[in-house]
């Protein structure tokens, strides 16, 4: 019964910006570090960001560092990820996942791998256009 349902998605000129939101039902929501993965058409799913289980740490890939920022409000059951300044290479279907309960009590854990992420959204597209 777990769920994990995002949202936020667009259409949105280079240089623009958008929030996106995942929210979660079915687990204790605080238990799991959550993560944000992308995949562009014919490619693999790619990390882009985690968020600690009560949002004190956040790690980022290169590509998106100083341009992306993951939180979440745990009271909500609800992630965030605030995407600013974008590029046509960030165009995907992002999605949001939550990391296994060991995992996520585990400074440095293999974070941005996918296969140690148990619970995924169905995805919202992002497109940028140039």
């Known amino acids: 019964q777990v769920q994990l349902v995002e949202s936020g998605g667009g259409l949105v000129q280079a240089g623009g910006s958008l929030r996106l939101s995942c929210a979660a039902s079915?687990?204790?929501?605080?238990?799991?570090?959550m993560g944000w993965f992308r995949q562009a058409p014919g490619k693999e799913r790619e990390f882009a960001a985690v968020?600690?289980?009560?949002?004190?740490?956040?790690y980022y890939t290169d590509s998106v560092k100083g341009r992306f920022s993951g939180s979440r409000d745990n009271a909500k059951n609800r992630l965030y990820l605030q995407v600013n300044s974008l590029k046509p290479e960030d165009t995907a279907v992002y999605y949001c996942?939550?990391?296994?309960?060991?995992?996520?009590?585990?400074?440095?854990?293999?974070?941005?791998?996918?296969?140690?992420?148990?619970?995924w959204g169905q995805g919202t597209q992002v497109t940028v256009s140039s």
């Open positions: 968020i600690s289980r009560y949002g004190t740490r956040t």
């Open positions: 996942a939550a990391l296994s309960v060991a995992r996520s009590t585990v400074y440095g854990s293999t974070w941005y791998d996918p296969n140690e992420y148990v619970y």
């Open positions: 079915g687990l204790t929501f605080s238990n799991y570090a």
